[in-house]
């Protein structure tokens, strides 16, 4: 073991640290030197995206020492770069075991910092916390979450006054003050905490409230009220929004999965509680099979990404994937707004660089831009902050995040249900299901069909081969995929497009990202992104292909299939 490690365990048993911590960091001196390795080996990355990792003592993990070192260095940026102000945060925090300890030792650092902090009384979603810094008018935010990642893990998602995730120059910022804050000494446990207020029904109702706003078909609706719904919190926060909101748009047949209805950190029914991975729908799938319900919703433990499944032709209920859901969800917001005459050519959609090429085209056909951002719904909150003059309508990502309207600036799954619910309801009216109008989409636009490959390399190790993949692929990119030659390369590292053809390489006008893309002559993308919150590395495959007739849907469906898994074999992934 390499003594820079115990020498960082050994820290750890100072006074400075309470006994319980101490405790655990002499037993696994002791018994345990791989798990002290991985506690020890570094510090917890504040990264872009705040804090995310696994739970335990050690500087490598999510606790009270480290959170509080987080809070601190942004308690720190915010006094520095809002001289003279009022400073107040807004907290909220997820179904996560230790998620409402974590929250509570953010808002008591706030505190005896001196600034103003708004805790929710009890969990809330993601989205509620965005709308939250807005309303209460806070320069900043903090979600204690770890989204959809497993058990083990939490994390700590930092907001800024215009209710999305930090972004530069502010995110570099705020690292650099917590890489500032080097020991506990540092950082300020006690004190103002008559600047605690707890918040619930003054948040909770105005959110509800800009929900039920955005609906545009009720009489669609009413016609169809009793449409057959079955909802799952997945253990988490969307149990406290996604029933009233559902409710309050007019749903009278919602049923909430009661095995999954409870919050509850362990995720007790689900391997991983990701509404991506088809285990984690199941119950919920199984039950719409029960009671032949027309519609499946699956919502993250922080409430910020939705799952859907619906009835194919042959009345089986079938998962969607995001890119699937996200193309219905643009082109029912634009078909309602250009039926109603709202669309005045001053509005636009967004999209992340790795999500279907479909919602282009959709938006396209309407006569509206889409606008291109990295991956990361901060992006999309940047955009939509950055384009004065225009109004942004609906967007989202292919990895089951969405947003309709403005008054969030994250992916929010709440409204996200209800707009799918009313979907659902309006294809009603007109004798159709989600899935038979995917379909008119392909006929209309061309069949896309894409697939995610993720790769988990956990640990020290793990983080050097993930890198160790991205530089080989730089240094020898691929030259044909499949058969069909490479003809352009895009860096955006490098922040460089690369024509393979001719060689002439162009700027990307997109911030710096560890990301490639390599598109080839037959209309293939594939994307290779180290994950910025995981030890992962995700790769996204994307192929296109005429469908004439509905009639040759699942014949044309095997062949991107097979496509897709000869692409996937040509780069040995």
């Known amino acids: ?10 820290l750890w048993l100072s006074e400075k640290y309470d006994e319980v911590t101490r405790n655990e960091v002499r037993r696994l001196m002791e018994q345990d030197p791989t798990e002290l390795t991985e506690s020890f080996y570094r510090t917890l990355e504040f990264g872009t995206g705040g804090l995310r990792g696994i739970m335990g003592v050690g500087s490598n993990r999510m606790n009270k020492y480290t959170v509080g070192a987080a809070t601190q260095g942004l308690a720190n940026y915010l006094k520095k770069n809002c001289p003279g102000e009022e400073l107040k945060v807004v907290v909220s925090h997820d179904s996560r075991n230790n998620s409402r300890f974590f929250a509570e030792v953010t808002a008591q650092v706030m505190a005896a910092n001196g600034i103003v902090c708004y805790l929710f009384e009890d969990l809330r979603p993601t989205p509620e916390l965005s709308f939250a810094v ?50 506990v000494d540092q950082i300020r446990w006690d004190g103002g905490e008559e600047r605690i207020h707890i918040i619930s029904k003054e948040v909770d109702e105005p959110y509800l409230t800009l929900v039920k706003s ?80 027309d519609l499946v919703l699956a919502t993250d433990p922080d409430a910020d990404r939705v799952g859907i499944a619906v009835r194919n032709p042959q009345g089986e209920i079938v998962l969607l994937n995001g890119n699937m859901t996200g ?87 709440v409204s996200a249900c209800c707009m799918i619910a009313e979907m659902a309801a309006a294809l ?22 894409e697939e995610l490959l993720s790769i988990t390399k956990k640990g020290q190790s ?11 692929f730089r240094q020898t990119p691929p030259t044909q995929i499949n058969g069909s030659p490479v003809c352009m390369v895009m860096d955006y590292q490098t922040r ?78």
């Not at 193309?327 to 634009?334: C, F, G, K």
């Not at 983080?463 to 080989?472: F, G, H, L, R, T």
């Open 496 to 573: 460089r497009c690369t024509d393979c053809t001719t060689g002439e390489t162009t700027p990307i006008d997109l911030p710096k990202s560890n990301v490639l893309q390599f598109f080839t002559l037959d209309g293939t993308k594939v994307t290779a992104r180290p994950s910025g919150t995981e030890p992962k590395i995700k790769f996204y495959f994307g192929v296109k292909e005429e469908l004439r007739d509905i009639q040759d849907f699942e014949k044309t469906k095997e062949k991107l299939v097979e496509k897709i898994a000869q692409v996937r074999s040509s780069l040995k992934l």
């Open 134 to 183: 807005r309303h209460l008018h806070c320069q900043s935010g903090v979600m204690v979450t770890a989204s959809h990642n497993p058990k083990e893990y939490n994390g700590y998602k930092v907001y800024w006054g215009d209710g999305g995730q930090i972004v530069p120059p502010h995110d570099k910022g705020i690292i650099d003050e917590v890489n500032a804050v080097t020991s």
């Open 214 to 293: 955005l609906s545009l078909n009720p009489e669609a609706i009413a016609r169809h009220h009793d449409l057959n719904i079955v909802y799952t919190p997945l253990h988490g926060t969307g149990i406290t929004m996604v029933p009233e909101a559902l409710r309050r748009y007019g749903f009278t047949n919602v049923h909430v999965l009661e095995a999954q209805r409870q919050p509850d950190g362990d995720f007790p029914t689900v391997a991983s509680p990701n509404p991506e991975e088809r285990s984690a729908m199941e119950l919920a799938m199984k039950k719409a099979d029960e009671i032949g319900a």
């Open 1 to 10: 073991m390499e003594q820079q490690i115990l020498d960082n365990a050994t």
């Open 327 to 413: 193309s219905l969800l643009v082109d029912y917001v634009l078909s309602q707004w250009k039926q109603r005459g709202k669309l005045t050519g001053k509005e636009f959609t967004v999209k992340t660089i790795v999500t279907t090429e479909l919602i282009r085209d959709i938006a396209t056909g309407y006569g509206l831009p889409c606008y291109d951002v990295l991956t990361g719904f901060k992006y999309i909150a940047e955009k939509i902050k950055n384009e004065k003059g225009r109004t942004f309508i609906v967007g989202g990502e292919e990895s089951y995040g969405y947003l309709i309207g403005d008054f969030v600036r994250d992916k929010d799954a």
């Open 428 to 449: 009603a009216d007109e004798g159709k299901t989600p899935y038979r109008r995917l379909q008119e989409l392909y006929v209309e636009h061309g069949f896309y069909r």
């Open 462 to 472: 793990g983080a050097a081969e993930i890198q160790q993949m991205m530089a080989d």
